[in-house]
C-alpha cells in the first residue's frame, strides 16, 4: 500500500490552491507529446460503471481553429446583452478566452452512445456520464498546473457549432473547450475574484449538517 507523508499532503494543498483558470497565455509552444501525456492522466480518472466516456479531440488545423474563435466572439456579443449598466461594463472589460494566444486547443466530449461499462450506475442517474468526463478534466488541470501548464476552459460557445466545426458524432456531448499552454503570470487568486466580478467564499457557506 503507498502511504503519501505530511509533506506530500501539504504539497497536494498549494496544487490545488494554485490551480488557475488560465485566460493569458505565453506564446512558447508546449513539448512534444504533452498534451497526448494530460490525457493519458486524464484517462486515470474515475468514472460511472468504468464506461470511461471521454472522448478528446486535439484540434491543431487552423481554419477550425479560426471557427471556434469567431464562435466564441458572437456568444460573448450575445452574453455581454445580458448584462447592464455597471456590470456590462464591467464584463465587456474580462478576458474569457485565450484562444487566440494558446498553443494548445482541446475539445472533450461525452460519449452518450457508448456500451462500455453496459450502463452500471447510470439508470437512475444518467447525468454521470458527463460528470465522469468533468472529473477526468479537473485530473488533467491539476496534471498540467503540476508541470508548469496552463489551461483555460471556455464556456461562452455554441454546442451546435462546435459538433459541426469538429465534425464529431451525434450522440457525443460537448462538455468543454480547453486552451493550453505556459500562463503569462502565475497566481493563486481567481482572475475574476481580482477583476472583483466575484469573490471566493468559505467551505461553511456551501455546507449542511443533517
Known amino acids: ?11 497536494l494543498h498549494e496544487l490545488f ?44 488545423d487552423d481554419a477550425r481553429r479560426r471557427a471556434v474563435t469567431d464562435d466564441f466572439k458572437a456568444c460573448n456579443a450575445d452574453a455581454l446583452n445580458c448584462y447592464s449598466g455597471d456590470r456590462a461594463a464591467r464584463y465587456a472589460t ?9 498553443p494548445g486547443h ?12 453496459h450502463g452500471l450506475g447510470r439508470a437512475t442517474m444518467p447525468e454521470t456520464t458527463e460528470y465522469s468526463v468533468v472529473s477526468a478534466i479537473t485530473a488533467m488541470w491539476l496534471a ?13 460557445l455554441s454546442p451546435d ?11 457525443w456531448k460537448f ?15 481567481p482572475e475574476l475574484e481580482q477583476a472583483k466580478w466575484e469573490h471566493r467564499r468559505g467551505a461553511d457557506e456551501f455546507t449542511l449538517r443533517r
Open 175 to 189: 462538455i468543454a473547450y480547453l486552451c493550453i499552454g505556459y500562463p503569462e503570470i502565475e497566481c493563486d487568486r
Open 1 to 11: 500500500m503507498v502511504e503519501f507523508d505530511d509533506a506530500f499532503r501539504r504539497h
Open 17 to 60: 490552491v494554485w490551480r488557475r483558470d488560465v485566460r493569458r497565455f505565453r506564446s512558447d509552444p508546449l513539448p512534444a507529446g504533452a498534451i497526448d501525456r494530460l490525457i493519458e492522466t486524464a484517462c486515470l480518472s474515475p468514472s460511472v460503471g468504468l464506461s470511461q466516456p471521454w472522448r478528446f479531440v486535439i484540434v491543431d
Open 106 to 117: 482541446l475539445a472533450v466530449f461525452a460519449d452518450k452512445a457508448s456500451d462500455i461499462g
Open 94 to 102: 474580462l478576458k474569457l478566452s485565450g484562444l487566440e494566444q494558446a
Open 144 to 156: 498540467a498546473r503540476a508541470e508548469g501548464i496552463g489551461l483555460g476552459w471556455v464556456s461562452i
Open 161 to 171: 457549432r462546435i459538433h459541426a466545426i469538429l465534425d464529431v458524432p451525434s450522440s
